[in-house]
């Protein structure tokens, strides 16, 4: 079975701090992978994806970067954090992009200060 | 561009009566279309995707049906349950090849006793 790992599970970070969110996927192969940012109360905004190792395509600008060094991890992070940064980071992965169902991550809960 | 519009952001219903939820999409291609359920602190979970011909997708006692001269995706259930409680999101894809999912605002039902 597919198991999804995020890290860490929360933070509280100073505005202007460097940020690091990690990823990981386990019992899939070549998963196409996905990042999402849900502020509070709000909907799942669709942040990056990669269909494979060393491939992240940018789909909205958040002052954030995301990349993908091994086939199951996926990193995203930012040199400085904004107020607007908080809110709650989620994983995803599928088996093939475009139509597939999305398995989601436990999510990691960011405040920013 | 593609969007997806849920225009109730809370609807709260007794136990017992039938459940719909609204969802309309827009869209260049002709998209797939999801319904992703999200407990409290939880991760999003999909509840039901629509097919490509005219089977109408059931889970959990939840359905919805793909009207593409309408644009929309509706989901009901017949009688609502306690255990329903939660944020739905109604979600689209394109197989453009870019992987892009697009998510609507949500709503967010509360069954009552």
């Known amino acids: 079975a597919q198991t999804i790992h995020q890290w860490p599970v929360a933070e509280i970070k100073a505005v202007g701090s460097p940020l690091s969110l990690g990823c990981t996927i386990k019992?899939?192969?070549?998963?196409?992978l996905y990042w999402y940012w849900q502020a509070t109360g709000g909907t799942l905004q669709q942040l990056f994806y990669?269909?494979?190792?060393?491939?992240v395509e940018s789909v909205v600008q958040l002052n954030l970067s995301a990349s993908r060094p091994k086939d199951d991890q996926f990193i995203l992070s930012t040199e400085k954090l904004l107020l607007s940064h908080s809110g709650f980071y989620l994983c995803a992965w599928s088996r093939w992009g475009g139509y597939a169902e999305q398995f989601f991550g436990p999510g990691t809960r960011l405040t920013v200060l | 561009g593609d969007s997806v519009t849920q225009t109730e952001g809370l609807v709260t219903l007794t136990e017992g009566l039938p459940v719909m939820l609204n969802c309309t999409y827009q869209?260049?291609?002709?998209?797939?279309l999801f319904w992703y359920v999200q407990h409290l602190n939880e991760a999003p979970k999909l509840l039901l995707k629509s097919f490509t011909d005219n089977k109408r997708p059931e889970h959990q006692g939840f359905h919805a049906t793909l009207h593409k001269s309408s644009s929309s995706f509706h989901l009901q259930k017949s009688s609502a349950q306690l255990s329903d409680s939660a944020l739905y999101y109604c979600a689209l894809s394109v197989n453009t090849g870019n992987y892009k999912y697009v998510f609507g605002a949500g709503t967010r039902l509360k069954v009552i006793a």
């Open positions: 019992g899939k192969s070549s998963p196409n």
């Open positions: 990669s269909i494979t190792v060393g491939q």
């Open positions: 869209s260049t291609y002709s998209p797939f």
